[in-house]
């Protein structure tokens, strides 16, 4: 089943103020609109991710999602409808179509992996639609200056987004009601006459609507309560004649080569487990058994990203790496800001993140005898807030 998301962004995010647009505006260092993006990219469900902006606002666009590997952005209309429809025709217009698609508001920056999960699970192929919806607890009144009527809360719901359907009869039903003003796509699907189930929304995947929402979410749980993890990894491999080693993804001419089943990039290895340590998800070999042939001679940066991509998973993110090279030769300082480079750029994260170091151990065991390298890492995950 090939799944989409929408991400609409091309809101001017009035009742927010501020000097630019909501979605543009950072939390926690981070646009609103790269978080929404990120924990669609993240999850391994979602194949595409189509971002609906607008256009005056490219120069803000390609700040916030510098980095991303997403398909180019396409233009909204006046109204949320309007946006929907062009990123729905946008997903029809390439190569393939997806088979569902889950509609996100960017501002809603703290959608969880498992709203999305339960959307997707929920939304039957060609049949029915799904909605995130958390039940009302406030009472409910109906008046102005007075109280004119008490509202039976039963059966009544906040509906959230990602809001999730199977795409052909979606992109039909907001083509055939594209005239109706209508505030959300369920109620577009349902004017279509498609079921919509309602599975269970998050307190946390709030809406940023109004400019005290961004001082709560700065201040709330969501950033207050981070969930800090630290990992170490360690790892060592041989020397034996050859020209060049592979370290940290950079690789360097030498009058000899490291001996393993992958490239033997010893660097990666060690941060690769550093961050699988983080996370509690085993280590290297349980991921990739050296057993396996397909590993052969592999480029060490598939195992870094797949222990990145778990990270990911649970909707955490990388808040740095540190690796030690420990080896008489080659010389490391001359590569060192390369390899950082690509360290940075594998774990798409910031420069000032990743560090890499070096040292000799002083002609002492089997590194000071020149018969191997090691390397040893450390990495620093914050999860998100998990439930209290
Ligand atoms: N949106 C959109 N195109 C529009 C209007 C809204 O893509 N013409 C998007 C917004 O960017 C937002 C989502 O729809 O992510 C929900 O809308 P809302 O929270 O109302 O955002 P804004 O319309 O930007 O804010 P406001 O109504 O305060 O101006
Ligand atoms: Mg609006």
């Known amino acids: ?24 505006r950072d939390i926690g260092g981070k646009p609103v609109l790269r978080r929404a993006a990120q924990a669609f990219l993240g999850h391994p469900g979602i194949a595409r ?14 700040a916030a999602m510098k980095g991303l590997s997403l398909p180019a952005p396409v233009s909204g209309g006046p109204s949320r409808q309007a946006s929907v429809l062009a990123g729905l025709r946008a997903l029809n217009k390439a190569d393939n179509a997806p088979d569902i698609v889950l509609i996100h508001d960017a501002a809603r920056a703290f959608v969880s992996q498992d709203i999305i999960d339960r959307v997707i699970d929920a939304v039957i192929d060609g049949d029915e639609g799904a ?25 009544l719901w906040r509906a959230q987004t990602p809001q999730g359907f199977p795409f052909a009869a979606i992109l039909a039903a907001h083509e055939a009601h594209a005239d109706k003003a209508l505030t959300d796509d369920a109620a577009v699907a349902q004017a279509a006459g498609m079921r919509v189930r309602i599975v269970e929304g998050d307190e946390r995947n709030i809406k940023i609507t109004r400019p005290e929402d961004f001082a709560a979410v700065n201040s709330e749980e969501h950033m207050i309560t981070p969930d800090i993890r630290t990992g170490f990894g360690y790892d060592v491999h041989q020397f034996e004649a050859g020209d060049a080693v592979t370290l940290c993804g950079v690789e360097i001419p030498f009058e000899q080569k490291l001996k ?23 280590d290297i070999g349980d991921h990739f058994p050296p057993s396996d042939p397909q590993w052969k001679d592999a480029a060490s940066d598939v195992f870094l990203r797949h222990a990145m991509g778990l990270v990911r998973r649970q909707g955490g993110e990388i808040l740095n790496v540190d690796v030690t090279l420990i080896c008489e030769a080659p010389k490391i300082a001359p590569h060192r800001a390369k390899m950082r480079a690509r360290v940075a750029e594998i774990l798409d994260i910031e420069l000032e993140r990743v560090s890499v170091k070096a040292t000799t151990s002083e002609k002492l065991g089997f590194t000071g005898r020149g018969e191997g390298l090691a390397a040893q890492a450390v990495a620093t995950v914050a999860l998100k807030g998990q439930d209290k």
């Open 1 to 24: 089943m090939f799944a989409a998301a929408i991400i609409l962004a091309a809101g001017r995010g009035e009742r927010a103020g501020g000097d630019r647009p909501k979605q543009y």
């Open 49 to 62: 991710v189509q971002v609906v902006f607008h256009p005056g606002d490219q120069a803000l666009y390609d």
């Open 260 to 282: 393993g089943h992958s490239d033997a990039d010893a660097g990666l290895h060690a941060i690769t487990d550093a961050l699988l340590g983080a996370i509690a998800a085993g």
């Open 131 to 155: 909605i995130p919806a958390l039940p009302v607890s406030d009472s409910l009144k109906r008046g102005r200056a007075h109280v004119e009527e008490t509202v039976e809360r039963a059966d």
